[in-house]
Structures are given as structure tokens and as C-alpha cells.
């Protein structure tokens, strides 16, 4: 992720993962911003927002775990 494009002003990369889904292992849509990124998938609808951190030539995406008992 060297350059991230500009669209109506506002600097955003969007990329997919295959297998990616952390619901339904299908492929998800990463987008981020400066404000952080949201990612979807198109098989589950599932929607979320990972934490994204850039480690040298790598791209770290983690989820936060929740539950209620």
C-alpha cells in the first residue's frame, strides 16, 4: 500500500481478502482512511472494523473479540 488513491478529496485504499471473513470465510472488502478502516463481506453481510497496522512490507488486521453472557 505505497499510494492511496483520492476520491472527492478524501484518501482511502480499498483492497479484498479471499477467505477473509472471520464469520463465514468468504472474501471480504477492506477500506481505509485516515479514520480508520471497515471492512464487508458480500456472502455473510457482515460488517466490522478491524484495527489496521502496517509492519514493514506487511499489513496486520486484527479483530476485537466481544461476548455477553
Avoid: K, Q, W
Avoid at 2 to 23: H, K, Q, S, W, Y
Avoid at 26 to 34: F, K, L, W
Avoid at 63 to 69: E, L, N, P
Amino acid at each position: 500500500m505505497n499510494a492511496i488513491p483520492e476520491l472527492n478529496g478524501d484518501r482511502f485504499a480499498e483492497f479484498t481478502l479471499p477467505d477473509g471473513c472471520m464469520v463465514c470465510g468468504g472474501e471480504v472488502t477492506i477500506r481505509a482512511t485516515p479514520s480508520g478502516a471497515h471492512s464487508y463481506c458480500a456472502r455473510c453481510h457482515s460488517l466490522t472494523r478491524p484495527r489496521m497496522r502496517v509492519r514493514g512490507n506487511n499489513l496486520e488486521l486484527s479483530y476485537a473479540a466481544t461476548a455477553s453472557a
